[in-house]
């Protein structure tokens, strides 16, 4: 520990340098003496070359102090300036001094640990009997200030070490209070982390610190800059804003700070412009350049992680010349800060506070500051003169007044007497109340609760119980988890403007991290935004893409700036900013809009489409005259021109027609598996039925003539018997051909999604292509052979040849039929059927009109010819 005290000293004596070193110094000091085996008074006599140990540099004077039993030390910043030193290198440095005016914020945060401990001592229940005091030191805002603080606080005062022959006396603070600065806290933790003294800070939220491996000592009041960062980030994913700037302070509390904003923003999908990092003693043109920024960025929101010094620079320069209207998002160093209430540009900024509080008595302790009082302290003095511009002792140097026992804290205007939004003081009671119930912890026993006045406490049984207190103070509960971070809870807080027109900082929700996800965050009251409005602004790099499209980031831009393309054919999406459409089921087809799949409408050829009642109507309106040619001919079936024509073919012929027609019917409507294999077979065998009539009526002709020559005896062979049994072999063929179809693969209803995207084709699926092809080329085949025997038959006699209106009857079949094979095949959907229909049709037309036309047309209108001597007597 000698070997220890000679490191701090030199220390204390040479206060600036790095904290990183002075504890590598004390490190390697506690290492020289563990390997040399020195005792205690032998490395002190090492570090003085005497039995007496001194203080090798000046010592501060504390801001404030009071004697106790148990002594809390706090660093913090009183002064905002330290007075800057040249060393020459040649003396020995001068003593370390703050500059400028009193700050009244600090000021009121100092008596704020002073109020706690003087109520703790009045505590009859907290730490009874026991008095705690302070030493409370002024930081000047500047890290070598604090390093300088904490390693006098660590040593004690100078009389300790003239008291004794030893320099393994170390100072009596059990813990200590502060920093404000996370940067300056940092290097107060390594200072005082190797002697186990806890570190308890009211305001410093980096979430660096909640490193304990680098940090094992540090405990804070305020929530982690972690939890703020998560907060930060899910405000402004709450209010849409996906296209955002951001401004920090350089330094441990606005980079660190940012950076976990970022990390969490970047996983909320939010992207930043750009990010921009000051400090308030930067150059004017830094300062300036930023400002440029802020006005030329195409975001209109700004989040800014700054602290207060930093955050009036920036809004000094912006009020030069404001920026379009921006929505500012501040972190709880500077949004509730009543000195930046005056910039009005940033009316309507919205952030997160710490929470606010009451603390009863404190104002009238504030207030209760007496004459005597203020004389006996330095600080007091230069705030009680700045405040009334009044000078308490008489001197040459000045011109003030002299303060003449009228002047009254009550009506002062100052930060000092503003408890109305009491924010950090809390924390700052906190801080101090969290040491005491670690101090009662460590001093009353568990079992009895005896107090051990005997013993002496360390302030390693301080951090230890440190760690474990649970306690509720007015109301604030207060613990710590096991980085040292107390509960986080924020309030969400809105520059608004008051009734008189001044903005002023109006709480609008909260955060509150111990709640499930989902609950942490909650606005309970109206906001204002930007110049006053009531719309929340709108703040995104390109529009979000309405369903019915999809995002395509943009080249070289961050994922929040894209392009909306309109879904493919046969894609949707339903939702907005959809990275991609998907395509609809198999039986679904997009809107017109593409944000909705719908049943596709399944397309056939139905009754009541004007096609389908058209086709039924030709097909009904053949088969009755097919009908009524038949009792034409039954009704003058005696007369020579139906004998003469082979009445008994004719009959059947005309049976055959009538099927034809009726048979079209069967591809009107919805495929089933019953009308599927109707229509096909039907078709097949009504077609050869036909077609065997005509083709033995041709044969008929032809016999009939070859039989009037001398010897001829051909009619016996091909009588009414044979001609039956012609149409019924021919017929049974085709019966046969079906059959086989039937039972192989019979054609079956299906639902054709190939042919359009867009609907469904319900059709009659062929089955067997090969037993279709063998029907229809039976049927052409037959269809053939009867116009080729026809041809032959064309010049005989007109007088009982019908070979010639068969030629024709047949000529306009083999036509219909063979242009209906490429109709067939290219023929799109429900016109596949319409075409097999119309064909049907036009052959079976053909053959009744080219064979029965002329006969009936004699019957009916010139029966003068319809005599067996016209029909001899005509060439």
Same mark, same amino acid.
């Given at each position: ?6 490191? @701090? ?34 490395? /002190? ?101 604090? &390093? ?17 022959? *030893? ?18 806290? &940092? ?15 009211? =305001? ?112 000094? $320069? ?18 509730? $800060? ?22 009863? %008595? ?13 004389? %006996? ?63 009662? *912890? ?49 309030? @969400? ?68 700036? =894209? ?10 999406? *339903? ?33 009541? $489409? ?48 009538? +099927? ?16 599927? &294999? ?23 002709? @032809? ?7 001398? /010897?001829?005896?051909? &009619? ?41 995207? $867009? ?36 010049? +005989? ?79």
């Amino acid at each position: 520990m000698g070997v220890s005290a000679l490191c @701090l000293g030199l220390a204390l004596a040479l206060s600036l340098l790095d904290v990183d070193m002075i504890v590598g110094l004390v490190e390697s000091a506690n290492r020289l003496e563990k390997s040399v085996g020195l005792p205690s008074s032998d490395a /002190g006599f090492m570090a003085t070359q005497s039995s007496v140990c001194t203080l090798q540099g000046g010592a501060h004077t504390p801001a404030f102090s009071e004697d106790g039993d148990y002594l809390i030390g706090g660093v913090y910043s009183i002064h905002h300036n330290m007075h800057k030193l040249d060393n020459n290198y040649n003396t020995a440095p001068q003593t370390l001094s703050c500059i400028g005016s009193v700050d009244p914020r600090g000021l009121r945060l100092t008596r704020a640990m002073i109020f706690a401990i003087e109520e703790i001592n009045n505590s009859t229940e907290l730490l009874p009997g026991v008095k705690l005091g302070y030493q409370i030191h002024d930081s000047c805002a500047s890290v070598p200030v604090a &390093m300088h603080a904490a390693i006098q606080l660590l040593n004690g005062n100078d009389s300790v070490f003239n008291s004794g022959d *030893n320099c393994s006396h170390s100072g009596v603070v059990m813990a200590v209070v502060g920093e404000f600065g996370s940067t300056a806290s &940092m290097s107060i933790s390594r200072v005082t982390g190797p002697f186990n003294i806890p570190l308890v800070s009211p =305001y410093s939220t980096c979430a660096c610190l909640s490193d304990k491996k680098q940090y094992p000592n540090f405990f804070r009041t305020i929530p982690s800059d972690q939890f703020q960062a998560d907060a930060l980030a899910k405000l402004v994913k709450h209010f849409g804003w996906t296209w955002i700037g951001a401004v920090r302070s350089d330094s441990d509390y606005g980079n660190n700070g940012m950076a976990a904003f970022l990390d969490v923003a970047l996983r909320e999908g939010i992207c930043v412009e750009y990010s921009e990092a000051f400090y308030r003693t930067n150059p004017r043109s830094k300062i300036k350049r930023v400002a440029d920024i802020i006005r030329r960025s195409t975001s209109k929101v700004v989040v800014a992680f700054t602290a207060i010094g930093d955050m009036k620079i920036l809004l000094e $320069e912006l009020a030069q010349e404001p920026p379009p209207p921006r929505q500012w998002v501040g972190s709880e160093a500077w949004i509730t $800060e009543p000195q930046l209430l005056s910039y009005t540009f940033c009316a309507g900024a919205i952030g997160v506070a710490i929470q606010q509080s009451v603390m009863p %008595g404190f104002r009238d302790f504030l207030l209760d500051l007496s004459p005597s009082e203020v004389r %006996g302290s330095s600080v007091l003095t230069e705030f009680w003169e700045d405040a009334f511009n009044c000078s308490l002792t008489e001197s040459n140097r000045t011109s003030k007044r002299m303060c003449n026992g009228q002047e009254d804290l009550t009506t002062l205007q100052s930060p000092y007497t503003d408890t109305s939004q009491l924010r950090i003081s809390n924390m700052m009671y906190k801080a101090v109340y969290a040491i005491a119930h670690a101090i009662h *912890n460590a001093l009353f026993q568990k079992v009895n609760f005896t107090l051990l006045q005997t013993q002496r406490l360390e302030s390693k049984e301080v951090f230890t119980e440190l760690k474990q207190v649970n306690f509720s103070q007015n109301g604030y509960h207060v613990s710590f988890d096991a980085n040292g971070d107390p509960v986080a809870f924020y309030e @969400l807080v809105n520059w608004q403007k008051n009734e008189r027109g001044a903005i002023e900082p109006v709480t609008v929700g909260f955060y509150d991290a111990s709640l499930p996800e989902g609950q942490k965050f909650r606005i309970n009251r109206k906001i204002t935004w930007v110049e006053g409005g009531t719309q929340v602004p709108v703040s995104v790099c390109s529009e979000s893409c309405p369903p019915g499209t999809r995002k395509v980031l943009q080249k070289g831009k961050p994922i929040c700036c =894209y392009d909306c393309i309109p879904c493919p054919e046969g894609e949707i999406s *339903n939702m907005t900013d959809s990275p991609d459409c998907f395509p609809c089921p198999r039986e679904f087809w997009p809107n017109a809009k593409r944000d909705a799949c719908f049943p596709k409408p399944v397309e056939f050829l139905s009754f009541d $489409e004007v096609l389908s009642i058209i086709l039924a109507t030709v097909s009904i309106s053949g088969a009755c005259l097919a009908i009524i040619t038949a009792v034409i001919f039954f009704h003058h079936r005696t007369t020579p021109i139906v004998r003469a024509n082979n009445s008994e073919l004719s009959f059947l012929l005309l049976f055959s027609l009538t +099927l034809c027609f009726l048979c079209s019917l069967t591809f009107i409507g919805a495929p089933s598996e019953w009308s599927c &294999m109707l229509r096909h077979t039907a078709f097949g065998i009504t077609f050869v039925l036909c077609i065997s009539c005509v083709l033995g009526k041709t044969i008929v002709v @032809l016999m009939a003539f070859k039989a009037t020559l001398p /010897g001829s005896n051909t &009619m016996k062979w091909f009588g009414p018997v044979q001609q039956r049994m012609t149409v019924v072999s021919f017929t049974f063929i085709q019966v046969i051909i079906c059959i086989i179809w039937l039972v192989v693969s019979p054609p079956f209803p299906v639902k054709n999604l190939t042919t359009y995207k $867009e609907k469904i084709i319900l059709e009659c699926a062929l089955g067997s292509a090969v037993g279709f092809w063998a029907v229809l080329g039976y049927i052409g085949l037959l269809a053939v052979f009867c116009f080729v025997l026809a041809v032959l038959a064309r010049k +005989l006699p007109d007088n009982f040849n019908e070979a010639k209106m068969i030629t024709f009857s047949m000529l306009i079949f083999c036509a219909v039929w063979i242009t209906f094979i490429p109709a067939y095949v290219s023929s799109p959907g429900k016109f596949t059927v319409a075409v097999e229909i119309f064909a049907i049709l036009a052959s079976s037309f053909g053959l009744i009109l080219c064979i029965f036309a002329p006969k009936c047309f004699i019957i009916l209108i010139q029966p003068e010819k319809n005599t067996k001597k016209y029909l001899m007597n005509k060439n």
